[in-house]
């Protein structure tokens, strides 16, 4: 069993920066994919980045070129460094640890785990 606990959310002004932690109970190694999501007030939850079991990342391209995914495994824990933040990112932030089988009815994997989310709130 996975439970995820995200942190470093806050409140920041546009172009300044913000990390974000996710740190997993047990072991994830290498594992799990790890993403991050967020869901904006009034819209659905989206993907932010992922950073595969074997290292391989993908950004959304509103994210791309600012936001930067990484892994610690050692320490079982994800970030998500975000540069140039503008009003655009304000949301809840989630991360997500998943593997194994894809379930198409439930749109969920063999495991999948979610933290409790952390705010970000952009704004001048």
């Known amino acids: 069993q996975v439970q995820l606990v995200e942190s470093g959310g806050g409140l920041v002004q546009p172009g300044e920066s913000l990390r974000l932690s996710c740190a997993a109970s047990?072991?994830?190694?290498?594992?799990?994919?790890m993403g991050w999501y967020r869901q904006a007030p009034g819209k659905e939850r989206e993907l932010v980045a992922i950073?595969?079991?074997?290292?391989?990342?993908y950004y959304a391209s509103s994210v791309k070129g600012r936001f930067t995914i990484s892994r610690d495994n050692a320490k079982n824990a994800a970030y998500l460094q975000m540069n140039s933040l503008i009003l655009e990112d304000t949301a809840v932030y989630y991360c997500?640890?998943?593997?194994?089988?894809?379930?198409?009815?439930?749109?969920?994997?063999?495991?999948?785990?979610w933290g409790q989310g952390t705010q970000v709130t952009v704004s001048s």
């Open positions: 047990g072991s994830i190694l290498t594992i799990y994919n």
């Open positions: 997500r640890a998943y593997r194994g089988s894809y379930a198409y009815i439930t749109k969920t994997y063999d495991y999948d785990y």
């Open positions: 950073i595969s079991s074997d290292g391989r990342d």
